[in-house]
Protein backbone atom coordinates (compact mmCIF):
# COMPACT_ATOMS: atom_id res chain seq x y z
CA UNK A 1 0.00 0.00 0.00
CA UNK A 2 1.52 3.54 -1.07
CA UNK A 3 2.04 5.63 2.48
CA UNK A 4 3.63 8.92 3.03
CA UNK A 5 4.47 9.22 6.96
CA UNK A 6 5.79 12.20 8.20
CA UNK A 7 6.99 13.33 11.84
CA UNK A 8 6.69 15.04 13.79
CA UNK A 9 3.24 15.54 13.95
CA UNK A 10 3.85 19.26 15.22
CA UNK A 11 6.91 20.85 16.37
CA UNK A 12 7.35 23.69 18.48
CA UNK A 13 10.83 26.06 18.04
CA UNK A 14 11.43 29.80 18.98
CA UNK A 15 12.39 32.65 16.26
CA UNK A 16 15.89 32.10 14.94
CA UNK A 17 15.94 28.59 15.16
CA UNK A 18 16.32 25.82 12.35
CA UNK A 19 14.36 22.53 12.20
CA UNK A 20 14.37 19.73 10.18
CA UNK A 21 11.33 17.66 9.29
CA UNK A 22 11.08 13.92 8.13
CA UNK A 23 9.16 12.20 5.71
CA UNK A 24 9.02 8.70 4.93
CA UNK A 25 7.08 6.66 2.13
CA UNK A 26 6.61 3.13 0.49
CA UNK A 27 4.82 4.35 -2.86
CA UNK A 28 6.55 2.38 -5.93
CA UNK A 29 6.58 3.36 -8.26
CA UNK A 30 8.15 5.92 -7.22
CA UNK A 31 7.64 9.32 -9.78
CA UNK A 32 8.87 12.44 -7.87
CA UNK A 33 8.58 13.88 -4.14
CA UNK A 34 7.60 17.30 -3.10
CA UNK A 35 7.40 19.38 -0.30
CA UNK A 36 4.31 21.80 0.63
CA UNK A 37 3.58 24.70 2.70
CA UNK A 38 -0.41 25.18 4.13
CA UNK A 39 -0.76 28.12 5.58
CA UNK A 40 -3.96 27.77 8.25
CA UNK A 41 -7.27 28.30 5.76
CA UNK A 42 -5.30 28.76 2.25
CA UNK A 43 -4.38 26.05 -0.08
CA UNK A 44 -0.76 24.23 -0.36
CA UNK A 45 1.84 26.02 -1.95
CA UNK A 46 5.14 24.38 -3.50
CA UNK A 47 8.45 24.69 -1.82
CA UNK A 48 10.41 21.74 -3.51
CA UNK A 49 10.03 19.07 -6.25
CA UNK A 50 12.67 16.14 -6.82
CA UNK A 51 12.38 13.08 -9.05
CA UNK A 52 14.84 9.87 -7.98
CA UNK A 53 18.09 11.47 -9.30
CA UNK A 54 18.31 14.78 -7.06
CA UNK A 55 19.41 14.50 -3.94
CA UNK A 56 18.66 18.07 -2.20
CA UNK A 57 16.79 20.73 -3.75
CA UNK A 58 16.86 24.43 -1.86
CA UNK A 59 14.49 26.93 -1.82
CA UNK A 60 15.48 30.35 0.23
CA UNK A 61 15.84 28.99 3.67
CA UNK A 62 14.37 26.23 2.51
CA UNK A 63 16.42 22.52 1.79
CA UNK A 64 14.73 19.51 0.72
CA UNK A 65 16.81 16.38 1.23
CA UNK A 66 15.68 12.74 -0.88
CA UNK A 67 17.34 9.51 -0.12
CA UNK A 68 15.61 7.49 -2.54
CA UNK A 69 17.36 4.02 -1.21
CA UNK A 70 16.34 4.54 2.16
CA UNK A 71 12.78 5.79 0.51
CA UNK A 72 13.23 9.04 2.95
CA UNK A 73 12.98 13.00 2.25
CA UNK A 74 14.12 15.56 4.70
CA UNK A 75 12.59 19.37 5.00
CA UNK A 76 15.12 21.88 6.60
CA UNK A 77 14.15 25.21 7.99
CA UNK A 78 17.11 27.50 8.48
CA UNK A 79 16.10 30.37 10.63
CA UNK A 80 13.30 30.26 11.22
CA UNK A 81 10.84 33.67 10.83
CA UNK A 82 6.99 33.80 12.77
CA UNK A 83 5.93 33.14 8.66
CA UNK A 84 7.09 29.97 8.26
CA UNK A 85 4.17 29.27 11.34
CA UNK A 86 2.45 26.68 9.01
CA UNK A 87 1.81 22.73 8.12
CA UNK A 88 4.51 21.65 6.31
CA UNK A 89 2.78 18.42 3.23
CA UNK A 90 5.93 15.88 1.99
CA UNK A 91 3.41 14.58 -1.17
CA UNK A 92 4.92 11.49 -2.95
CA UNK A 93 3.84 10.91 -6.73
CA UNK A 94 3.34 7.32 -7.73
CA UNK A 95 3.06 6.57 -11.50
CA UNK A 96 0.12 3.89 -11.85
CA UNK A 97 -1.37 2.95 -15.07
CA UNK A 98 0.63 4.92 -16.82
CA UNK A 99 -0.40 8.33 -14.69
CA UNK A 100 0.75 10.18 -12.07
CA UNK A 101 -1.07 10.10 -8.87
CA UNK A 102 -0.16 12.06 -5.72
CA UNK A 103 0.01 10.65 -2.37
CA UNK A 104 -0.19 13.03 0.85
CA UNK A 105 1.41 12.54 4.29
CA UNK A 106 -0.47 14.31 6.87
CA UNK A 107 1.50 16.87 7.58
CA UNK A 108 3.95 18.48 10.39
CA UNK A 109 2.04 21.37 11.62
CA UNK A 110 5.13 24.22 12.68
CA UNK A 111 4.84 26.58 15.38
CA UNK A 112 7.74 29.04 15.39
CA UNK A 113 7.08 31.47 18.58
CA UNK A 114 8.82 34.81 19.21
CA UNK B 1 3.57 32.66 -11.44
CA UNK B 2 1.09 30.28 -12.14
CA UNK B 3 -1.95 30.85 -10.33
CA UNK B 4 -5.41 29.01 -9.69
CA UNK B 5 -8.19 30.98 -8.41
CA UNK B 6 -10.92 28.84 -6.49
CA UNK B 7 -14.18 30.70 -5.40
CA UNK B 8 -16.20 30.99 -2.93
CA UNK B 9 -13.96 31.27 -0.17
CA UNK B 10 -16.29 30.84 2.28
CA UNK B 11 -20.14 29.32 2.06
CA UNK B 12 -22.50 28.84 4.50
CA UNK B 13 -25.67 27.52 3.61
CA UNK B 14 -28.78 25.08 4.88
CA UNK B 15 -28.81 21.55 5.16
CA UNK B 16 -30.27 20.49 1.37
CA UNK B 17 -28.89 22.96 -0.68
CA UNK B 18 -26.28 22.53 -3.78
CA UNK B 19 -23.24 24.68 -3.96
CA UNK B 20 -21.22 25.08 -7.03
CA UNK B 21 -17.45 26.14 -6.03
CA UNK B 22 -15.63 27.18 -9.13
CA UNK B 23 -11.38 26.43 -9.88
CA UNK B 24 -9.61 28.37 -12.31
CA UNK B 25 -6.57 28.52 -13.88
CA UNK B 26 -5.81 32.26 -14.33
CA UNK B 27 -2.66 32.16 -16.67
CA UNK B 28 -2.17 28.48 -18.11
CA UNK B 29 -4.10 25.84 -19.40
CA UNK B 30 -4.94 22.98 -16.94
CA UNK B 31 -5.92 20.17 -19.10
CA UNK B 32 -6.27 17.79 -15.88
CA UNK B 33 -7.46 19.73 -12.64
CA UNK B 34 -8.33 17.66 -9.38
CA UNK B 35 -10.53 18.47 -6.05
CA UNK B 36 -9.33 17.61 -2.60
CA UNK B 37 -11.54 17.80 0.33
CA UNK B 38 -9.20 18.22 3.92
CA UNK B 39 -10.90 17.82 7.36
CA UNK B 40 -9.60 19.46 9.93
CA UNK B 41 -5.81 18.66 11.59
CA UNK B 42 -5.69 16.17 8.33
CA UNK B 43 -4.38 15.92 5.01
CA UNK B 44 -5.73 16.24 1.35
CA UNK B 45 -8.33 13.56 0.48
CA UNK B 46 -8.37 13.28 -3.68
CA UNK B 47 -11.92 13.16 -4.41
CA UNK B 48 -11.60 13.25 -8.38
CA UNK B 49 -9.90 14.04 -11.30
CA UNK B 50 -10.88 16.21 -13.67
CA UNK B 51 -10.07 16.12 -17.25
CA UNK B 52 -11.12 19.03 -20.07
CA UNK B 53 -13.87 17.78 -22.58
CA UNK B 54 -14.58 14.41 -20.40
CA UNK B 55 -15.75 13.28 -17.20
CA UNK B 56 -14.36 13.04 -14.16
CA UNK B 57 -12.99 10.48 -12.17
CA UNK B 58 -14.26 9.70 -9.07
CA UNK B 59 -11.85 8.17 -6.07
CA UNK B 60 -13.00 5.01 -4.25
CA UNK B 61 -16.16 6.09 -1.50
CA UNK B 62 -16.64 9.03 -2.99
CA UNK B 63 -20.72 9.44 -4.88
CA UNK B 64 -20.55 11.08 -8.59
CA UNK B 65 -23.92 12.02 -7.66
CA UNK B 66 -23.32 13.69 -4.81
CA UNK B 67 -20.35 15.98 -6.07
CA UNK B 68 -20.84 16.94 -9.55
CA UNK B 69 -17.69 18.14 -11.62
CA UNK B 70 -17.56 19.57 -14.81
CA UNK B 71 -14.36 20.83 -16.31
CA UNK B 72 -15.77 22.27 -19.65
CA UNK B 73 -12.94 24.37 -20.48
CA UNK B 74 -9.35 24.46 -20.36
CA UNK B 75 -9.80 26.94 -17.71
CA UNK B 76 -12.45 25.89 -15.50
CA UNK B 77 -13.39 23.18 -13.76
CA UNK B 78 -16.51 23.13 -11.04
CA UNK B 79 -17.92 20.98 -8.41
CA UNK B 80 -21.05 21.14 -7.16
CA UNK B 81 -22.29 19.40 -3.72
CA UNK B 82 -25.73 18.41 -4.07
CA UNK B 83 -28.44 18.58 -1.86
CA UNK B 84 -25.58 19.75 0.61
CA UNK B 85 -26.51 17.89 4.59
CA UNK B 86 -24.08 19.32 7.31
CA UNK B 87 -21.73 15.87 7.00
CA UNK B 88 -20.47 17.41 3.97
CA UNK B 89 -19.10 20.73 5.91
CA UNK B 90 -15.17 20.52 4.66
CA UNK B 91 -12.60 22.45 3.23
CA UNK B 92 -12.23 21.76 -0.56
CA UNK B 93 -9.67 22.47 -2.07
CA UNK B 94 -9.02 22.12 -6.24
CA UNK B 95 -5.60 21.90 -7.98
CA UNK B 96 -4.65 22.39 -11.53
CA UNK B 97 -1.78 20.93 -13.64
CA UNK B 98 -0.44 22.33 -16.73
CA UNK B 99 -0.86 20.11 -19.35
CA UNK B 100 -2.34 16.17 -18.60
CA UNK B 101 -1.94 13.30 -16.70
CA UNK B 102 0.75 11.35 -17.97
CA UNK B 103 3.14 14.51 -17.37
CA UNK B 104 4.07 13.84 -14.10
CA UNK B 105 6.75 15.93 -12.61
CA UNK B 106 4.94 19.66 -13.57
CA UNK B 107 4.05 21.36 -10.63
CA UNK B 108 0.55 21.67 -9.21
CA UNK B 109 -0.83 24.32 -7.98
CA UNK B 110 -3.42 24.24 -5.66
CA UNK B 111 -6.46 27.17 -5.18
CA UNK B 112 -6.51 28.45 -1.46
CA UNK B 113 -10.09 26.60 -0.94
CA UNK B 114 -13.50 26.91 -0.35
CA UNK B 115 -14.73 26.28 3.22
CA UNK B 116 -18.21 24.83 3.09
CA UNK B 117 -20.43 24.82 6.31
CA UNK B 118 -24.00 23.35 6.05
CA UNK B 119 -25.94 24.20 8.85
Known amino acids: KNQVEQSPQSLIILEGKNCTLQCNYTVSPFSNLRWYKQDTGRGPVSLTIMTFSENTKSNGRYTATLDADTKQSSLHITASQLSDSASYICVVSARTGGYNKLIFGAGTRLAVHP | GAVVSQHPSWVICKSGTSVKIECRSL??????MFWYRQFPKQSLMLMAT?????????EQGVEKDKFLINHASLTLSTLTVTSAHPEDSSFYICSARLGGLKLGNQPQHFGDGTRLSIL
Open chain 2, 27 to 32: DFQATT
Open chain 2, 50 to 58: SNEGSKATY
